[in-house]
Structure formats: C-alpha cells, structure tokens
C-alpha cells in the first residue's frame, strides 16, 4: 500500500517538466491555412489542388477546414484536456488537418507523450513556429516559395505560374488577422509533440529529465534524497529516450538530450523525417526531398553571407541565385510527390481511425495504451 | 561660363548662410556618445581566441600594442546636433587613437556646419556608419560573419567534421554572439533623422537595417535643406557636384550605394586576388550545380556539389577577411595620417570644418 502510495506520488512529482510560462495550451486554426486560401495556390482551382496532391476531385476539403493549426502556451496537466483538445482539431477538420506549428516551452511530460502518440497516429506534420515581426510566420507544408528573382533575361521563367500563384496566395492573406507569437520556439515537453511529426521542421530545445521541486523555477526537488532523485531521473530518461527511439528524430538528438543539464536546454536539429520513412520517400519519389531542402538552404544561405555588407565589397551571385531558383523549381516537384505520399497516408490513418466520426474516448484509450506500453519499457 | 560660375557662387554664399540661420535648433541640444559595451576591446578578443597573434594577422597588421583593453569599436550616438557637435565627435575619435571604427547613429537635429563637418571627420577618419532604424537594435561586429557551417564529408545531410567550419573564428564567434549586444535606445526617439543621415552617408561603409524607418524617422520638411544634404552627400563620395536634374537626388537616402566609390575601388585593388577567386568558384558551383540537375538531382549528383560549395564558402571567408583587413588598414592609416605622434584637437577641427564648409558651399551652389 505504501509503495503503491509512493509510486503514484512519484508519478505525480515526475511529470512536472520545469517552464516559465503558466498559460495553458492553446489550439488556434492558423487562418492563412484554410483551404480557401490555399485554393490561391491553385490558380483558385480546387481540381487542381486535387491533382496536386493525388486526390479524389470528388472528396474535397471544406474551404474552411485548416490544414494547419497553432499550439500555443504550456503543455498542460491531464485535466486540462490538451490531448482531447487536439483530438477535437483533428475531427473538426475531418482528417484534412495536416500540420502542428508549436509555440512551446514545455510543460507536463506525460501530456506531452499523449500529444506525440496523437500526431504520430494521425500521420500529422510538425513544425517549430517562426515569427515574423512578432507574428506566425506560415508557409503552407506542400508548396516551396519561389526563390527571389534572378537576374531578368526577358524570357518566360519555367516556374512562373508558380510564382504568380504564390503572389496571389500572399495577397489573399494580407487582411487576415496575425497570430502573435509570446514565446518563439519548442522547449522541453514540447519536443515530444515535435519530434512526433512525420515531416518536422525547426529546432527544438532539449535538457535531461528533471524533477520539479516546490518552488517556481526548480529543477530538482531537494526534498528527496540524492539517491531517490538518481533513480526517480534515470526512469524518467529511460521513458523518454524510449520515446524518441520511437519517433526517430534524428542522430545528435538523444546525445544532446543526455548530455544537457537540467537548468538549461541545448538547440538540436531534427531530422525531417523518421529514418525509414525517410528511406520510404526516396524509394517512392526517386530523389532525396531533405537532402535538397538542405542543399536550398546551404545555396540560400551562402548568398547571403556572401553578400554581407559590412565588408563592403562583394561579389555577383547571380549564378548561384540562378542556381537557387531552379533549384526551388526541381523542389517543388519532388515536394509535390512527397507531399502526395504523405496526404495518402494521412488520409488513411484517418479513415481507420474515426471511420465514422472520432470516437475520442475510444481514441484516448489507445493512446493512454501507448503511454502505459512506453512507461512499461522503461520499468 | 566664367561669369556664371561666379554668379552661382555669389548667389550660394548668400544662400547657405540664409539657411544655417533659418535651420531649426532646439532648445536644448547636444550629442552624447555611448560605448557600445560589447565593442570594447577586451570582449571583442574573445573572438581572436584571445590571442594578439590571431588579432593582427587577421587584420593583416604588424605587430605593435593592443588596443587598449577599455577602448570601443563602436559608440551609438544619440541626442540632437548642436553647434559643439563635430568637437565633441573629434574628441571621441582621438580617444579611440584610430581603434575607433563604427558609428551607430541614432541622433536628429538640423545644424548643417556641424553635420558638414563630422560627415568630413568621419569620411577622413574612414569610420563605418550605421543607421539606427527601429527601437531593438544590436551590435554586430563590423569585420566578420558567422557562416553556415560547412557540409560534412557524407554529404548535405551530415554535420561536418570539429573543426571544419569555414572561418577559423566562427566557433569563438558563435560565443561572443551569445552576449547581451543589445543597443541601450530610447525607445521613442530612436531613429537616425535629419543631419544624422549626412554623416552616415560619409561612412566609408554604410549600414542599415532592413526594416523600414520611414515613418519612424523623421525628417524636416524643407525640401530646400534636404536637397543640400543630398548634393553634399554627392560631392562627399564623387568629388564633384551632380547634375542639377540628376535623378539620385530625388532618391531616398538609404538607396546610396553601400561603400562610397573610392573605398570600393580600394577594397577591389586590396583583394582582386580573393575577389578573382571567389568568383570563379561562385560559377563553378552554379556549374556543377546544372550537371546535378540534369541527373534529376539524384542523391550522388546533389553529393557532387559538396566539395566545390565548400571551397566557395572557404573562399568567401577569406574574401571578407581581407576586406576587413583593407579597411582596418586604411582607417589606422587615416588615423596616423592626421595624429601622427599627437593631435591638436584645435587645428583638426578647424581644418576638418574648413573642408566640410567648403564642400557645403559647393553643395549650395547647385
């Protein structure tokens, strides 16, 4: 009896993850991700959204379901229903619901794990928000932003639908309420949602487990022993490295996770996506979709710093922008056929999991499963 | 033609004293000059590893005394102009003995003597400008970037190795960022406004952030006055007087090129070699680049351009690192040139305002 009231204590002090801000988690549908809006990808042409993205023309999205949501604040106790609330996102938007963008330091781990087996079960993307001017800064999953102009040859560029295209989306937006952005980043518990994703962008910022203490800010609770709290955090480590061998985020990322102390949190890249699925996308679309994002920002990002102006002088890129636009041009169709797979998976996951509406109580049970299964491996 | 040119003059000695008169001047005014903590000496080392030899050879300099440790690199000016302006600049920039290199200006007021005078000081001293646009503002060291790190030997999905990155400076870089570079601004009156554009149009290299200051910055309204500024901008940087219709002067401020044309010319003749080289490697990526995409940038094709885009990278490291020591060369001359044992502060100013003056006549002629 004394152990079990132990262990529930235990349990209890164990999935407080130390942050700063004390607002709850917040789901917001990001505005410029409604379908009508993306319609403008498309010439506003739903049909060939559909084309785009291998779909049954007759199946359509709703114009006003999103395809991306925003999660904000802290990752919440279990009575909050943060788990049910993304659920509810997730139903409302009948399964066309394709990204998370999260705006997170963190918050209760065990909340956390439940949000990650959600994405994961529903085949969904993640992204660590970015902000522009203090706003979300959205750019829908699918599309690859043409590259700024290269040098005017007076001939009809191949991608110039697409740019158009794109001109009109952003003019589409422009009225649209902005989503301000409190806290810019993924930290901690967050990270458990993030690395969650099946297609993931952004860093996320990680530490070794901790244990809240009483007072606001504690990373450790001192009034355990020393040995209490060694056990306690190396069951706590073991869950969470059980996790994220489960979501694959990347090589450095476990490495980082250990080796940062509790009172602070490390920046780590994620892979964008979990190896196999990775391995999966190159069979299936016959190029490498993160080796060339990766290529487009190296080739982004060296123009730029090539062009740094405090030196100067420097030196013409128009080769290389040239270079860069083509790229984005070649992306754009392997992020067609990437993006494609994924909508066909996601579309199943869905269909499987709430064959007739989502039966979220049934939903949760699954997912609590995957949670006990988790803790189980790390007994 | 003779006679008209006197004309002109005539007419601009009578004019530009009609508008040193007429320029608004505030009640209380004068500049302050704030040393941007990150800039002092002692923590811009951090980035040479804290080694004197790291610091001269990258500047390309011999070796002689540091700077000292409490020196700044870098003041923010901020406050509004006033008729003590350009010695209370020379002041500052003698205390510096030639370290000094950067301005960040966050002033306003019209005083057109004095703004003619230290857009002289600062132009003869080569000093680099930046203009304060908004109200977060951050020091950036003018003589190196951090680049991105370079591609691993598995190609664009791995890290590369320790020790691989393109500068030997970015990994103590990467640390000095990490400090509070915050600027210390007010945060409603922040902007570079009226005579604090003329001075930082004389910087041997002019910086500006990206967002737009206009409404943030203001400006007079005599139009009068800001064409002045805007021919002496001119005669500063070429030497002569623009056309009386030539479209730059209607441009806005900001649309002035980065480095005036004698500093780029001096930077082209200083590095040509880098220049030559980064150039070459800048087509051949591009090159290598359109051979992978006519493999349909299969994954070994895309592998292909790792080696060439790092030596491009290296090469544009090494590019700026000469650039930076051409400019610390030719400041530290400027400096020597005009205080060669010691300076008169007395005889600078007069001579410093005599030219300004004199560049403001012209301007006024036009």
């Known amino acids: 009896m004394r152990r079990a009231f132990q262990a529930v204590i ?23 991700s ?34 991306a949501i925003l999660l904000t604040g802290k990752v919440d106790t279990r009575s909050a229903n943060d788990a049910d ?37 529903f085949w969904l993307k993640t992204q660590t928000a ?45 009225g649209l309420k902005p989503a301000p952005l409190g806290y810019t980043g993924c930290a901690s518990a967050c990270g458990l949602i993030q690395t969650a994703g099946v297609d993931r962008a952004g860093e996320v910022r990680v530490h070794r487990a901790r244990v809240g203490g009483a007072g606001k800010g504690e990373f450790i609770n001192l009034k355990t022993t020393m040995s209490e709290t060694d056990k306690r955090l190396q069951r706590l480590e073991l869950e969470q490295i059980a996790f994220y061998r489960q ?8 490495r980082t996770y250990q080796e940062t102390p509790a009172q602070t949190t490390t920046p780590v890249d994620v892979s964008r996506f979990p190896r196999y699925v990775a391995d999966y996308l190159t069979g299936k679309c016959k190029i490498n979709g993160d080796q060339l994002q990766e290529l487009d920002r190296q080739i982004g990002n060296t123009i730029t710093e090539l062009n740094a102006p405090q030196f100067g002088y420097w030196i013409k890129t128009d080769n290389l922008r040239r270079s860069l636009r083509q790229l984005r041009h070649l992306r754009s169709d392997a992020e067609r056929c990437i993006a494609a797979a994924h909508e066909a998976e996601r579309r199943s996951h869905f269909a499987k999991l709430c064959p007739n509406g989502c039966d979220r109580k049934k939903l949760m049970d699954t997912v609590n499963d995957s949670v006990r299964s988790l803790l189980k491996q790390a007994q | 033609m003779i006679a008209n040119n006197l004309r002109s003059a005539a007419l601009a000695m ?28 002692k923590n811009l080392l951090q980035i040479f590893h804290d080694d004197p030899s790291t610091f001269f050879s990258y500047f390309n300099l011999s070796r002689r005394p540091l700077p000292s440790h409490e020196a700044c690199r870098a003041l923010l ?12 600049l020379l002041g500052r920039v003698i205390e510096g003995r030639g370290w000094l290199a950067a301005l960040y200006l966050s002033f306003s007021g019209t005083n057109l003597e004095q703004e003619a005078a230290m857009a002289a000081m600062v132009r003869q001293f080569s000093l680099k400008t930046y203009e304060v646009r908004g109200p977060v503002y951050f020091y950036q060291p003018d003589f190196v970037v951090r680049w991105t790190p370079a591609v691993g030997k598995g190609g664009f ?28 601004l007010d945060p409603k009156r922040y902007a570079c406004a009226e005579g604090c554009r003329v001075v930082w149009s004389a910087g041997a290299n002019r910086i500006y952030n990206s967002r737009s200051g206009q409404a943030d910055a203001p400006s007079t309204t005599d139009q009068t006055i800001e064409r002045l500024r805007s021919v002496f901008a001119y005669r500063l940087d070429r030497g002569r007087l623009p056309a009386a219709d030539d479209p730059i002067l209607s441009r806005p401020w900001d649309r002035i090129p980065t480095t005036p044309p004698a500093v780029a010319a001096t930077l082209r003749k200083e590095c040509d070699a880098e220049i030559s080289v980064a150039e070459a490697l800048e087509t051949r990526v591009a090159d290598v680049f359109a051979e992978a995409a006519g493999k349909k940038l299969t994954p070994n094709a895309v592998s292909a351009l790792v080696p060439h885009l790092n030596a491009l990278k290296r090469a544009g490291v090494r590019l700026q690192q000469c650039l930076a020591a051409a400019h610390e060369n030719l400041r530290l001359r400027s400096f020597e040139t005009h205080c060669p044992k010691v300076c008169s502060r007395a005889e600078l100013l007069g001579a410093i305002s005599k030219s300004g003056a004199e560049m403001l006549e012209q301007a006024g002629t036009l």
């Open chain 2, 77 to 88: 000016v901020t406050g509004t102009i006033a008729p003590d302006s350009a010695d209370a």
């Open chain 1, 10 to 32: 235990a349990v209890l002090v164990l999935v407080v993850a130390a942050i700063e801000r004390a607002d709850a988690l917040e789901i917001t549908c990001i505005e410029a």
């Open chain 2, 157 to 184: 999905l791995s890290a590369a190795a320790a020790g691989a990155d393109p500068s030997p400076l970015d990994s103590s870089l990467a640390a000095f960022l990490r400090r509070d570079r915050a600027l210390k």
């Open chain 2, 14 to 41: 009578l004019f530009v004293p009609a508008l040193l008169s007429s320029a608004p001047s505030p009640a209380v005014a004068a500049l302050e000059f704030h040393c941007i903590e990150a800039s002092r000496y």
């Open chain 1, 130 to 174: 970015t902000a522009l001017g203090g706003n979300l800064s959205y750019t829908p999953d699918f599309f690859v932003p043409p590259a700024a102009s290269a040098p005017d040859t007076g001939e009809e560029q191949p991608d110039a639908e697409r740019i158009r295209n794109w001109r009109n989306y952003l003019a589409s937006r422009k």
């Open chain 1, 34 to 67: 409604r379908y009508r809006h993306l319609y403008q990808l498309f010439g506003n042409d739903p049909k060939q959204l559909a084309t785009f993205l291998n779909l049954d023309v007759a199946k359509l999205p709703q114009p006003e379901f999103c395809r």
């Open chain 1, 85 to 121: 609330k993304l659920l509810a996102a997730i139903e409302a938007n009948q399964g066309w619901l394709a990204t998370l963008q999260l705006s997170s330091g963190g918050g209760i781990v065990q909340t956390g794990y439940q949000l990650g087996f959600i994405t994961r079960l």
């Open chain 1, 247 to 254: 979501m694959d985020p990347g090589p450095d990322f476990i």
